[in-house]
């Protein structure tokens, strides 16, 4: 992949305390979106979270913040009616879910909600999956994250088929539909699919191969170095090779962290980030695309629309 090829977004501040330190209304975060777009950024991203105590969930996916985040709780913009905003409230960018957790809805209406956010973004949406994470939200929303991998297998079966314009009925362990179809239907082809993986567990990685058209790993509250993201994509690969993909057909990302201040990363105190001059942090992505990446979206601090602008200028260097 050619530096000047590779597509670079970002995520949106819809967090507790995200937008420069304050939590942001949704109308703010519209606007933060608009500003992505008007600098000639490819892509914007929303995570789908509604609850999260940082201090247990991080540490069940590997990452130890400080003793003071105990006890610390947060939120977010919920995903999908912040995504029927940005598809009507911007025109050119991409959108894409960094990733849609399964657990929290039925396959069969997820579907449909998919469908509606490509019709009137059409061509512009990206369909990110995952099988949820944050054990808190589950408790505290009263949704089922026992089995969470098998349950998100479960809701493929549904959901991809729907997207397709199928009619089938599907008889599974946790999700069933009976002669079910989207009627009506946006046209055109479904959005690309993409999981998100954190660690590269074998059944993760199956489903990656035989899914996804693209792949992403999040390691931006971790070290962002090239070593992280080849370590990363190095069980996906070997996925495809096992599962009879081509592993060149898949389309590989990562979400990383990038400091435009002159202090440290003052989001979350584990990450490791992108930093230094414009020319620097050109460097840094340049590498990745140089190592296959084709699509990397950012979380960067201060997460303002002055950085939007910084960004830009890092892609101006790219594509020179």
Known sequence: MRPADMKLG????????SLDGRTPTMREAIAFAQHAEAVGLDSLWLTDHLYW??????????????????GVKGGQWECWSMMTALALMTSRITL???????????????????DNVKDLAPGRLILGLGAGDFTSEHRAYGFDFERHVGRFEDALHILLPLLRGERFSYVGEFHRVEDAELLLRSSGPMPPVMIGTLRGLPRMSRLTAQHADMWNCMIAFGDCALSTFLGA???????????????????????????FSDGPYGLIPTAVPFAGSFDQIADRFAEYAEHG?????VIPYPWNEASLERLAEVVARLRR
Do not use: Q
Request: proline residues 6%; glycine residues 6%.
């Open 53 to 70: 105590e940082a201090y247990a969930d991080f540490r069940a996916v590997g990452i130890e913040l400080p003793a003071e985040w105990a």
């Open 96 to 114: 894409g879910t960094l990733v849609t957790n399964t657990t929290f809805r039925n396959p069969a209406l997820l579907a449909r909600t998919v």
């Open 293 to 297: 990446a084709e699509h990397v979206s």
């Open 10 to 17: 970002v995520l949106m501040p819809i967090w507790t305390g």
């Open 233 to 259: 994509w190095a069980p996906i690969e070997r996925a495809c090779e096992k599962h009879g993909r081509d592993p060149a057909t898949l389309e590989r990302g990562a979400t990383v962290s990038v400091n």
